[in-house]
T-cell receptor, first 115, second 115 residues
Framework: DAGVIQSPRHEVTEMGQEVTLRCKPI?????LFWYRQTMMRGLELLIY????????DSGMPEDRFSAKMPNASFSTLKIQPSEPRDSAVYFC?????????????FGEGSWLTVV | AQSVTQLGSHVSVSEGALVLLRCNYS??????LFWYVQYPNQGLQLLLKYTSAATLVKGINGFEAEFKKSETSFHLTKPSAHMSDAAEYFC?????????????FGTGTRLLVSP
């Protein structure tokens, strides 16, 4: 089975440009998560969706960040305009919410560098 | 609010030695606890999880962890380290009785294995 698929794997962009990160969750999963990983702050949950509906976006750092999930098989995380401090690895993850203790499966990450 | 503390950002062992990675949690409700491993330039992979069944949990690659409520701990162990175990390990907690799962990660422990 295919795991969580993220694209692009690596992106280098200039400050001020729009960045769009994409995610395809595991088929059949109904929960999707976006995490950000940096040396300084570790792994932070940015937002998560259940049945395509955003449940908690309290981790989204500021209005420059937005996330959408138009259907069960696709999600985007957009940064506009991007800043150097947004440089990080962005992970998408998915799970099937059918009770407690569900395993969350992570993608390989999108490595973003803003110069 | 739930949280986890991982003691030691780096742990060094010799090949064949015992591996012990420490994790203490804080949660106002019965927790679900997880250990994930991250190899360089990859996403996170589940090693094992505790979901209120047996307190001693066995995972992949010979790892196991024991849930100790009295000590609020969930330490990860492996009897004999292999070179291939060198990676970063993350402990995570989620609330056990809520409808939506939200994983909170520790800061990670990098395991170094020397020949």
């Amino acid at each position: 089975d295919a795991g969580v698929i993220q694209s692009p794997r690596h992106e280098v962009t200039e400050m001020g440009q729009e960045v769009t990160l994409r995610c395809k969750p595991i088929s059949g999963h109904n929960s999707l998560f976006w995490y950000r990983q940096t040396m300084m702050r570790g792994l932070e949950l940015l937002i998560y969706f259940n049945n395509n509906v955003p449940i908690d976006d309290s981790g989204m750092p500021e209005d420059r960040f937005s996330a959408k999930m138009p259907n069960a098989s696709f999600s985007t995380l957009k940064i506009q305009p991007s800043e150097p401090r947004d440089s990080a690895v962005y992970f998408c993850a998915s799970s099937f919410l059918g009770g407690g203790g569900n395993t969350i499966y992570f993608g390989e990450g999108s490595w973003l560098t803003v110069v | 609010a739930q949280s986890v503390t991982q003691l030691g950002s780096h742990v060094s062992v010799s090949e064949g030695a015992l591996v012990l990675l420490r994790c203490n949690y804080s949660s106002s409700v019965p927790p679900y606890l997880f250990w994930y491993v991250q190899y360089p330039n990859q996403g996170l992979q589940l090693l094992l999880k505790y979901t209120s069944a047996a307190t001693l949990v066995k995972g992949i690659n010979g790892f196991e962890a024991e849930f100790k409520k009295s000590e609020t701990s969930f330490h990860l162990t492996k009897p004999s380290a292999h070179m291939s175990d060198a990676a970063e390990y993350f402990c995570a907690v989620s609330e056990g009785n809520t409808g939506f799962q939200k994983l909170v990660f520790g800061t990670g422990t990098r395991l170094l294995v020397s020949p």
